[in-house]
């Protein structure tokens, strides 16, 4: 949930549609198609399920977009030479030699919607004043999806970039725009005599080093936890809280990030380091230099640091067949017999300035909220043959600084500690690839947070806060989704997704009052989608 | 004793000789390289060939993408890739039973099997589902792969009367009766 949510009194309608689309709309980058052109192969050479990752293709993304080895074999269009192989022995007296593919690697995707709500998609209607004209919510709906561009690969010398862009819509990473942006250098450790791959550096515009990726997930709708912010107000009854700490993991960060190790074998850890932005605003005037290019993309001067370390572990019995890319199968390779274990840790500070009094109580000043906050969390993911499970859970703290007045004071001159904002949940998920194109999926998605539910129901009857969509029975929220995907394709796919959603309730915002019992809005989300 | 036996081999040498003849022709209607064998003679077996033919996986292809070989031949599968491979077949001639899946080999490794049914094999790698081969496996050793433009010659045909199938990738079998009289021509038209 996002802190824009705090600003939307009685904005059912909007409300409404706002989290439909979050729920339903898919992330923004996925499979490659660019890829298949360059080694002619197929999609399914990388994924088992577009854009959830095989093990080969977990150990093409490690390699830094490339097969992992005697890449050049396998180039259906030879690269093209920005410098000749010998001219590194020139340098620092020339250009260090690259090489650009010989294919335009860029691919497209498309998708598109249909959504089906339960018949308690209006009974928040019930909050408006008598004689107010609700706004309607359509039982069905088609929506269109995203369009979006993405190109990846590699520069021949161990460099390789990612980028990806919604074209249809606007908003960052999982919420669409452009999503990653980066350029990685990958294999460091061969300048510092440390072993392969177990430094790399990639800097721009990425997703965190999340155990699954929300960027790229394969469901049509995203797990809740990674969406979910920590906001926090004052509403007279719940415990006092000053935090509107609007970032989410599944933000897209800026900044840099050293990592190591692989994901499909092995270790593999992450630390970044990016710009604090728990607002979500960004100061609007270019900056400096470049001159009217580049705006400021963070609210604060901390920078935020997030680790990831995992550890899988190939259970294969034949030693040759675990260390293996693939495991060797009786019937071909296929994917290990894996456990893979990780934990991750995510450290911010908020800043909330406002305006205050100096301690002489008359002084106008500024005071600034600086609220430390955390995220740490484990994940867990085991396969065995096409059957898939894992989960995530997290535990979310936040500082809490309360504003306080000294006697006499004409303004706030302050802050007191107060009861830390916190949150926590996860999901788990089991995916069984019952054949080559059709998952069966289902997920658990939770998230308890108190002052979500204190945020949209509790009774303040000096500011009554409007019961919207999104009010939460109570403060833990469950969502059930079972779904199913086909590749009609191997890049067309169509999914299908059930929510059961969380229980909700609508209260009466002048008295407080239920006007409802629990209930569910029910979603069927439809997804047509094609990469090309 | 000796003396007969000479002129008994040099007679049959000669016998053969003067009976072998040619099939020759050219498959059009396609376009590439196609297959074209003597199908099953009746009464009539032939020893299985003692040469192994060699189908190599490189670069996420099977080289050759065509392979004529005789009924009993024995095939090696070579993986000379960096990455696993798998070969197998879901059928031969589309009988299902005939299927088979030779597993996953590491590179520089070989498999071999030998195809004792006639007809056509399908190669798959079930990693990478764009590789594509086959492997025709003729039923008499009186076959021949045509060159690109489609001619073919067929050496060593004993005259008599034959059926004569054209085979050609995604394009519908041809099988035609020919009477083979020393040089004998036989051309297909195929269509897909």
Known sequence: MNSKWRSLPFATVLAVVSMLVVLSLPPSASAIPAFSRRYGTSCTTCHSDFPKLNDFGKAFKDAGFKFPKDDESFLKAPPVLLGAPAQAELWPHTVYPGSIPGLLPVGLRYNTYYQQVSANRNNFNLALPAGTVGNFIPKSDFQPGYFSIFTAGNFGTGISWWVDDDISVAGANANGALGDAYLKFNDLSRFLKLPKDSLNLRAGQFELDLPFSQARTWNLSGWDIFSEANVGIQNGLGPQQFVNNGSALEDAANGIEFSGGHIYQGYHYSVAVFDQNTTGLTISPPNVAPQNAVAFNSDANFKDLYGRFVYRFNLEKDPVSRDDVQAAGAMGPRDHTFLALGAFYLYGRTAQPLSGVLADGITPTVLTAREPFYRIGGDVNFNYRTFNVFGVYLAAHDHNLLPVTAPGAAGVTGFTPGAAATFSGGFAEADYLALPWAMTIMRWDQVKSSADRINFIQYDPTAPPGSSFFSPYSATRNRFTPGEQFLIHANIKTSIEYQIMPKQIVYNPATGLPLTGPFRTNALIVGLEFAY | ?192
């Open chain 2, 1 to 192: 004793m000796k003396k007969i036996a000479l002129v008994t081999i040099v007679m049959t040498a000669l016998g053969t000789a003067a009976f072998a003849g040619t099939i020759h022709g050219k498959v059009s209607g396609v376009s590439g390289e196609s297959v074209v064998y003597v199908e099953a003679i009746a009464g009539k077996t032939f020893p299985a060939p003692t040469q192994h033919i060699t189908i190599d996986q490189k670069g996420l292809m099977f080289v050759p993408h065509i392979t004529a070989v005789a009924q009993g031949t024995t095939v090696e599968f070579l993986n000379s890739d960096s990455v696993a491979h798998n070969v197998f077949w879901p059928s031969i001639s589309g009988n299902k039973k005939l299927g088979h899946n030779l597993g996953t080999w590491p590179q520089g490794q070989r498999k071999s099997f030998t195809f004792s049914d006639p007809g056509v094999v399908s190669l798959l790698c079930n990693v990478h589902p764009e590789m594509s081969a086959y492997v025709i496996v003729s039923p008499t050793p009186y076959f021949a792969e045509t060159d690109k433009s489609g001619e073919f010659k067929i050496d060593n045909v004993p005259d008599g009367a034959y059926t004569v199938t054209a085979w050609h990738e995604g394009a519908k079998n041809k099988s035609n009766p020919v009477k083979v009289a020393g040089n004998t021509t036989a051309d297909f038209t195929l269509s897909k």
